[in-house]
């Protein structure tokens, strides 16, 4: 069965940068583009981005350039996050999630059981 | 980028009750609209997709309709185990949005 695994939760000092991972399961990792998603209580859910888990290409949301750098090692079945420059409205729940794309509908079938970053001094 | 705003914030249900949830959508994004149900503490789970289609696995109380900019998710018979955040998502234009989500509660 298809399992997204995320690393866990993340206490940090604003100015630091934290990766967090998401390794995948269950499925041919490299047939499906990975997603990133933040929640927060007060902005609920926001899309970061996507990475091409075949090429390694990324499509970055405008608001998250140069705050989320998304990597993935194929060897290992695994994406990365990671976030840069924490600042005390970086903390968040972050999501992993597959994509669906069939060339037409996009959706995330697929969703990591979150991790939790918390930016505090 | 594609605003999605969705009614109501909140919503309580007695057994049994039919609800409806909608979405809307500032540009047209034909039917690609998913919904997803997340209960306390978990992640979202997919619940429909492409507007209309049922996920593999999900009871067959809950439905979506709607295309170009209006949709909406009804539960035909609000059960206990239904609890929870319900928010749709717009798959059509990057990057991708979400709604504010809607608290569904028993009453």
């Known amino acids: 069965q298809v399992q997204l695994q995320q690393s866990g939760a993340e206490l940090a000092k604003p100015g630091s940068s934290v990766k967090i991972s998401c390794k995948a399961s269950?499925?041919?990792?490299?047939?499906?583009?990975i997603s990133w998603i933040k929640q927060t209580t007060g902005q609920g859910l926001e899309y970061i981005g996507y990475?091409?888990?075949?090429?390694?290409?990324?499509n970055y949301n405008e608001k998250f350039k140069g705050k989320a750098t998304l990597t993935v090692d194929k060897s290992s079945s695994t994406a990365f996050m990671q976030l840069s420059s924490l600042t005390p409205d970086d903390s968040a729940v972050y999501y992993c999630?597959?994509?669906?794309?069939?060339?037409?509908?996009?959706?995330?079938?697929?969703w990591g059981p979150g991790t939790m970053v918390t930016v505090s001094s | 980028d594609i605003q999605m705003t969705q009614s109501p914030a909140s919503l309580s249900a007695s057994l049994g009750e039919t609800i409806s949830i909608e979405c809307r959508a500032s540009?047209?994004?034909?039917?690609?609209l998913a919904w997803y149900q997340q209960k306390s503490g978990k992640s979202p789970q997919l619940l429909i997709y492409?507007?209309?289609r049922l996920q593999d696995g999900v009871p067959s109380r809950f439905s979506g309709s709607g295309s170009g900019t209006q949709f909406s998710l009804k539960i035909s018979g609000m059960q206990p185990e239904d609890e929870g955040d319900y928010f749709c998502?717009?798959?059509?234009?990057?990057?991708?949005?979400f709604g504010a989500g809607t608290k569904l509660e028993l009453k």
């Open positions: 540009e047209d994004v034909y039917s690609n």
């Open positions: 998502l717009q798959g059509s234009n990057f990057p991708y949005t």
């Open positions: 990475i091409n888990t075949g090429s390694g290409g990324t």
């Open positions: 492409a507007a209309n």
């Open positions: 269950g499925y041919t990792f490299t047939s499906y583009y």
């Open positions: 999630a597959r994509d669906y794309y069939d060339g037409y509908y996009w959706y995330f079938d697929f």
